[in-house]
């Protein structure tokens, strides 16, 4: 089990941008952080989402 946003989730051994893909989230313009740290876009592929990791998925939005 993983928690995204708060939710519960199925544990699949994947990567954060194949999770990304199974939620169906665009990754333009969010921001992903794995047990409270960001994780770069660039080593989203490599960087794997562990059992009982905690992700937070956040969406960049224009306005002030």
Same mark, same amino acid.
């Given at each position: 089990? +993983?928690? #995204?946003?708060? !939710?519960?989730?199925?544990? $699949?051994?994947?990567? @954060?941008? &194949? %999770? $990304?893909? !199974? $939620? *169906?989230?665009?990754? !333009?313009?969010? &921001? /992903?952080? $794995?047990?409270?740290?960001? @994780? !770069?876009?660039?080593?989203?592929?490599?960087? +794997? /989402? %562990?059992?009982?990791?905690?992700?937070?998925? #956040?969406?960049?939005? &224009? *306005?002030?």
């Amino acid at each position: 089990m +993983i928690h #995204v946003n708060g !939710r519960d989730d199925d544990f $699949l051994d994947e990567s @954060v941008d &194949a %999770l $990304l893909t !199974r $939620l *169906g989230i665009e990754p !333009r313009g969010i &921001a /992903v952080a $794995l047990d409270g740290e960001i @994780v !770069r876009r660039s080593v989203w592929s490599s960087t +794997i /989402v %562990l059992d009982e990791s905690s992700v937070e998925i #956040v969406t960049a939005a &224009a *306005g002030g």
